[in-house]
């Protein structure tokens, strides 16, 4: 049995026949080691030459063979520490023979005196014979190599600089996925194998370290078991093997570099290792760290720990780092933040710029950044920043307000960006401002919300894809006095041509206690009125609301009226309190006059208010007014001065030319103006000359708004009543037979069907004095009526051919149509 304190051990070579055989067995093993695992640990021991090595090596070249150093682990959770080296020649002098000195460690059980495997390479407690007694000598301890130091390990970690990050990550990934592919590492000598585990060694956890499994050399790596495999180099040979998935291959020979992936711990690692800082590892190991996700392999942590001994960094692990600190520096250490904060501002480490990460990961940091501001590393900062702020378009909103905040630190002029800044901040409370959210308290049903889109800002889905917070942006509007009356004052310009009360929600949302004092448009917006409010009354408060400064500009006068009637119809009688209460220079810019213009034309043929709003417009004017607009209104305007009774004499020729130039007109108001001066034509006293500038008009309009005046009840029921009045139709609708065919249609259908209906239930004593009164303007009038009037197909005849006649024009009414030619 082995001695308490006496570690286990084992020899294997070709040994001279004894009680256990001949050729390859274990010349010597400790009681200790299961017999069980004899046969498993005999495959891990075996050693094959290179194959270009000498077959008959001298004693210097023996030298020259390479030393297979493995650690392994077997199937009950043991391990195995196994030296071995080639021999020469037997004891038979056959040559082949190798040497295999092992150490067994139950599981569980560390190396003694807590050496890591790496540091048992070259170890002088390795011994290249069996004893001669035919068992272990005793071994209390394992000692150290020393070939593996600090200085060659760095620098053998920058001569492999291209492909250390990308070795480092295999290895987290060995550790922590079961499928993780083997790593062989194809190097000249074994000692650069080990000196890769070693690399790889340093950066481990202890207890990571102690599971990691290699092989300084192998003939054979396909059928190693071990985690890291080490094999020379050799022409041809390694395509197969990296072709494998199994295995990640790292050939010495090769210049191909091998990618790092975007294992940021493992960059960070390489880095400290180039430096020559491996001691970080074990002080980063002793600090919390940022994911504990990642755990032993947190990358900010080892970032932080790297930056503080000015490690140069590229632009994520700085960030990685900046976040660390912030949450866990060592309160005001300056051995800890002085290197730290002058390495991050320093910049650097292969990168062009900053990433947005970094500059959000800096904004925290701002106050202790400031107080480096007289080192040369604040100046490259300055100048980053600089950099960063001449286009912001682009830049994320929450990255654009961490510039701002340590621009402010490191007195870094802001006053170009402001304004993009002040856009980008608007455009996100607009792009994010949804039914539920930022919304206008309950309103009157006739006050204005708007669409819930309609905030006049087309820049919403470009902030909206840009993936913009406005919870960043209202925590920023707090901070920056700037930035927030730069936002207030986007907002109030936005309100000019967008919904002023949407608008003036989102200052609500983001700002609660905002001072509105500068901003009228907000102001207004931000007014509430009921129902029954007199739109005119709330109109004129609006305007005071926005100031003495702001009253009289167009574009307030302008929102004033989109609040009141943006969802409301404007009525002939409002606009007309607005035309004649306003300047008129202001009309035409504040869009007024469009408003009042469309409500005159649109105006239905019974409203009181459109003539005069008509008038109006056309005498407030400052600007020529579009033609056809214009014939319109004057058309309206003249329609209410014939109602009124106050036209000038030839109405009708007017009407008829303005008719033509204010094509197409608005069927309201060629209804309007052909009744009235249809009514005026057909009144008892009508005025000379102007029937006849209506039967030679061709209107359509006003020759149907006469028929259906003509046809009304009211005219029939003065007809039935009137002698005089009858004959004074019949004279008019019996004239002007060869003018046009428009007017023959009209007045022929009058005879037809208004007047003879009528005539036929009149008594013969009224028919005569008809006949009377038609006598009084001489000629056949009384003589064709007598005619006309007569009952059965003669009559009827002579109906027809009425029209036909001369006429004697002479008697009471107007002069009938053409027939002053006639006289």
Not at 29 to 42: G, K, M, T, Y
Request: glycine content about 8%.
């Amino acid at each position: 049995m082995n001695r308490p304190g006496i570690l286990p051990q084992l020899h294997y070579t070709s040994a001279a026949p004894g009680p256990d055989g001949s050729g390859f067995r274990f010349t010597a093993v400790s009681d200790s080691v299961p017999a069980n695992l004899l046969r498993e640990i005999e495959q891990l021991v075996g050693y094959e030459p290179p194959p270009d090595a000498p077959s008959r090596p001298t004693a210097g070249e023996l030298a020259a063979f390479p030393t297979a150093f493995t650690h392994s682990t077997l199937s009950d959770g043991s391990r195995l520490l196994c030296h071995s080296v080639y021999t020469g020649a037997d004891y038979s002098g056959r040559y082949g023979n190798f040497h295999a000195h092992a150490v067994w460690l139950p599981s569980g059980a560390p190396v003694p005196g807590g050496r890591l495997p790496v540091e048992l390479w070259h170890s002088p407690s390795w011994t290249a014979a069996t004893p001669a007694s035919g068992r272990p000598d005793p071994l209390p301890e394992l000692l150290p190599g020393r070939h593996l130091d600090r200085t060659s390990l760095t620098e053998f970690a920058v001569s492999r600089a291209d492909r250390l990050a990308a070795f480092l990550a295999d290895v987290r990934t060995l550790l922590t996925a079961p499928d993780a592919p083997q790593l062989i590492m194809a190097e000249p000598e074994p000692h650069d194998v080990m000196q890769w585990v070693a690399l790889a060694s340093a950066v481990l956890p202890r207890e990571l370290v102690t599971t990691l499994t290699f092989t300084s050399y192998t003939r054979r790596p396909l059928q190693a078991t071990q985690q890291i495999i080490g094999i020379r180099p050799e022409p041809g040979s390694g395509q197969p093997i990296g072709s494998d998935h199994r295995y990640r291959v790292y050939d010495a020979s090769s210049p191909r570099t091998q990618p790092a992936g975007d294992d940021r711990w493992a960059a960070v690692a390489a880095r400290i290792w180039r430096a020559g800082l491996p001691q970080l590892f074990a002080t980063a190991a002793a600090l919390p760290v940022e994911r504990t996700d990642d755990g032993p392999f947190d990358h900010a942590r080892l970032a932080a720990v790297a930056a503080a001994e000015c490690v140069a960094l590229d632009s994520t692990s700085r960030a990685a780092a900046a976040r660390w600190a912030h949450r866990h520096g060592q309160g005001e250490d300056a051995d800890f933040w002085g290197p730290l904060l002058v390495t991050i501002a320093e910049g650097g480490g292969g990168d062009q710029q900053r990433s947005a990460a970094e500059w959000l990961a800096l904004a925290p940091l701002s106050a202790r950044l400031a107080r480096i501001a007289g080192h040369s590393a604040a100046d490259a900062l300055r100048d980053d920043l600089r950099s960063a702020l001449t286009d912001l378009r682009e830049t994320p909103l929450d990255v654009v307000l961490a510039l701002l905040e340590l621009a402010d630190a490191l007195s870094v002029p802001t006053a170009d960006a402001l304004p993009v800044l002040a856009e980008r901040a608007t455009t996100t409370l607009l792009a994010h401002r949804g039914p539920d959210a930022h919304t206008a308290p309950p309103r009157a049903t006739g006050t204005p919300t708007g669409r819930e889109d309609d905030t006049g800002h087309p820049a919403r889905q470009e902030a909206i894809d840009r993936g913009d917070d406005p919870a960043v942006v209202t925590a920023a509007l707090g901070r920056h006095p700037a930035v927030r009356a730069a936002v207030l004052g986007a907002l109030d310009r936005a309100a000019e041509t967008g919904d002023p009360t949407a608008l003036a929600a989102v200052v609500r949302g983001a700002l609660p206690d905002a001072d509105l004092s500068t901003t009228p448009h907000l102001r207004m917006g931000a007014m509430h009125w009921q129902d029954g409010d007199d739109p005119v009354r709330v109109f004129h408060t609006l305007i005071n609301e926005a100031g003495p400064e702001h009253r009289g500009h167009p574009a307030i006068l302008r929102t004033a009226h989109r609040l009141v009637w943006n969802n409301r119809t404007l009525t002939t009688t409002h606009a007309r309190f607005l035309v004649n209460e306003l300047p008129p220079d202001r009309l035409e810019p504040s869009g007024i006059e469009a408003h009042a213009t469309l409500a005159a034309l649109t105006a239905p043929a019974d409203d009181i208010d459109a003539p005069q709003l008509a008038a109006d417009l056309l005498y407030y004017a400052v600007r020529p007014i579009e033609p056809r607009t214009r014939s319109a209104l004057s058309l309206l305007a003249l329609a209410g001065r014939i109602v009124d009774d106050t036209a000038t004499p030839g109405f009708t020729e007017q009407a008829v030319l303005l008719c033509r130039t204010a094509h197409p007109l608005e069927e309201a108001i060629a209804h309007r103006v052909g009744t009235a001066i249809a009514e005026r034509l057909l009144s008892s006293r009508p005025h000379p000359g102007e029937l006849e500038q209506l039967a030679r008009s061709e209107q359509p309009a006003l020759l149907a708004a006469y028929q259906a005046v003509a046809a009304g009840d009211t005219i029939r029921d003065r007809l039935r009543v009137s002698p005089s009045y009858l004959a004074s139709c019949y004279i008019h609708w019996s004239s002007g037979r060869s003018l046009n065919p428009a007017w023959e249609t009209t007045r022929t259908a009058l005879l037809s069907d208004v007047l003879r209906p009528i005539v036929r239930k009149l008594p013969p004593e009224t028919i005569a004095q008809i006949a009377s009164e038609l006598e009084r303007p001489g000629g056949r009038w009384a003589a064709d009526f007598r005619d006309w009037s007569r009952p059965g197909r003669i009559a009827r005849i002579g109906g027809r051919l009425l029209g036909r006649k001369a006429v004697d024009p002479s008697g009471p009414g107007p002069v009938p149509p053409g027939e002053e030619r006639r006289r």
